[in-house]
């Protein structure tokens, strides 16, 4: 059974940071892009960071560029996000997804976990 288990959301304050965990199991890790996504209530769900597990090759939107950076621990089948200098504006939840592709589309991605809350207080 393929899973993936987001942890590590919370309430910070602006300026703080935090860091997400995905870890993964029933599938091929190596062959695999792991995405982070969040979705702030009303909006749609958005890409904003995501690594390719077998080069280690990591990419993230301009909205979180210099602030976020995804991880991976190939032993432990686990991706980090790790979110520096966060915005009230970051408030969402955040998924992680496995997928074949580097893409920013929800449908590039086969599967999700269950999301992680993050809350920015001002």
């Known amino acids: 059974e393929v899973q993936l288990v987001e942890s590590g959301g919370g309430l910070v304050q602006a300026g703080g940071s935090l860091r997400l965990s995905c870890a993964a199991s029933?599938?091929?890790?190596?062959?695999?892009?792991i995405g982070w996504f969040r979705q702030a209530p009303g909006k749609e769900r958005e890409g904003v960071s995501c690594?390719?597990?077998?080069?280690?090759?990591?990419y993230s939107t301009d909205s979180v560029k210099g602030r976020f950076t995804a991880s991976s621990d190939n032993a432990k089948n686990t991706v980090y996000l790790q979110m520096n200098s966060l915005k009230p504006e970051d408030t969402a939840v955040y998924y992680c997804?496995?997928?074949?592709?580097?893409?920013?589309?929800?449908?590039?991605?086969?599967?999700w976990g269950q999301g992680t809350q993050v809350t920015v207080s001002s």
């Open positions: 997804a496995a997928g074949r592709l580097l893409s920013w589309e929800v449908y590039d991605y086969d599967y």
């Open positions: 029933g599938f091929t890790f190596d062959d695999y892009v």
């Open positions: 690594i390719s597990i077998r080069d280690n090759n990591t």
